[in-house]
């Protein structure tokens, strides 16, 4: 018996579906938008707030949970499965699970799919394992290996960005199979045409200074230590050139302190997103937690040269020396060298720019989101094959 995307009823666990942005979720979102499309039933079931950052895709059931400690207060933590959620999650009836997270929550779906015989998929979205070292605890992370393995052979496959994350949990020793789930990007809103000198000019940047661009929240583990060693040691250099840094966060007060004469131009959306990535010169990332660079998609989309660390988020998305530079993680010198040769060759930056621009215009939501079903279709079905033969 085939089955149907009309077919399928997915319940989505996500532990910040809406309530603040991030990448995670604006992908989720646009999911669920192309499943509804496609006839898929869908409900979501998340932490909720009463003012959240983006209205949110489909229906979305919240989930009662509590804020984190110290800085990231922002986000929230579900402590499982209440007897309400779990009653709406039996009448709603999905025949597979998808889990955001190997958080409580995300543990929590899991067994529930495990005790009803509901096809279950998780997708990787953070290097998780990779935070305890911003926060001086890189022992643990051998810990979190075993306990992101463990969650993570639970479920019969693992969406991941690409084929690097793939292969760093067969090195964990998981044994479920990985399907390939990119991104896409807009490209109407990150493009080249989007650069605004005047924009810049408001920001203090005049027209001759070659801007270095951070871009995403200002939390530790984006890397903000390793971003202002470098723009110090270009300093030191005597390398003329600017910091231009979009995004806000509980790390901002400490990245000013380190980056003083950056131009802090602070949370931007939509289109105005678009123009602030545009109207950098280069893009420096020098994060190793993400699993897909969203935001070096967005800039090269923008025809904006990369320099970032040689790890998940840029592997396998920038062609190193022919869109940019890839690096090994907090090689201080490395970046330096490889944005000084950017800062003083103008006519590098464009080429760069334009094979980036033409690299990221293979990337596309409606494409890459369909892969996402056809994965739902043959894990459902699998299931579903299963409980027949079994009855």
Do not use: C
Not at 323 to 334: E, H, K, M, N, Y
């Amino acid at each position: 018996m085939i089955m149907h995307p009309s077919d399928l009823r997915v319940a989505l666990f996500s532990g910040n579906y809406n309530y603040t942005r991030d990448g995670a979720n604006q992908a989720l979102n646009l999911l669920v938008g192309h499943l509804l499309s496609r006839g898929v039933t869908v409900r979501v079931y998340s932490p909720t707030v009463a003012n959240p950052a983006f209205p949110a895709t489909g229906d979305l059931v919240d989930v009662p949970a509590i804020p984190l400690p110290g800085e990231r207060g922002e986000y929230r933590l579900a402590r499982g499965l209440p007897a309400k959620v779990r009653q709406d999650l039996a009448a709603f009836a999905p025949n597979l699970i998808h889990v955001s997270a190997p958080d409580i929550l995300g543990h929590r779906a899991v067994s529930y799919a495990r005790r009803h015989g509901i096809a279950r998929v998780a997708s990787l979205h953070t290097r998780f394992e990779t935070y305890p070292r911003y926060y001086g605890l890189g022992f643990i992370e051998p810990l979190f290996e075993r306990m992101l393995a463990r969650f993570y052979d639970r479920v019969d496959r693992v969406l991941v960005p690409g084929p690097l994350l793939g292969e760093i949990l067969e090195s964990w020793g998981v044994q479920t199979p990985t399907t390939v789930w990119s991104r896409g990007v807009d490209h109407d809103r990150f493009s080249p045409a989007r650069r605004d000198l005047e924009w810049r000019r408001r920001l203090g940047i005049a027209d001759h200074e070659v801007a270095i661009g951070f871009l995403g929240r200002l939390v530790k583990e984006k890397g903000l230590d390793v971003f202002a060693a470098v723009a110090a040691e270009l300093k030191r250099r005597k390398v003329a050139h600017r910091v231009l840094v979009i995004g806000e966060g509980p790390a901002r007060d400490w990245f000013a302190s380190q980056v003083p004469d950056a131009a802090f131009a602070g949370f931007q959306a939509g289109d105005e997103l678009g123009r602030s990535v545009a109207s950098m010169d280069v893009f420096f990332n020098p994060s190793v937690t993400e699993t897909f660079g969203n935001v070096t998609l967005e800039a090269m989309a923008a025809g904006v040269p990369v320099v970032a660390a040689r790890a998940s988020g840029a592997v396998g998305l920038v062609d190193d020396e022919r869109t940019g530079f890839l690096v090994q993680p907090r090689d201080t010198a490395a970046y330096a060298d490889a944005l000084s040769i950017l800062i003083g060759d103008p006519s590098r930056r464009q080429e760069m720019g334009r094979a980036g621009n033409l690299h990221a215009g293979g990337y596309r939501w409606d494409v890459i989101n369909e892969a996402v079903l056809s994965a739902y279709l043959q894990d459902a079905h699998a299931m579903s094959n299963a409980f027949r033969i079994l009855a």
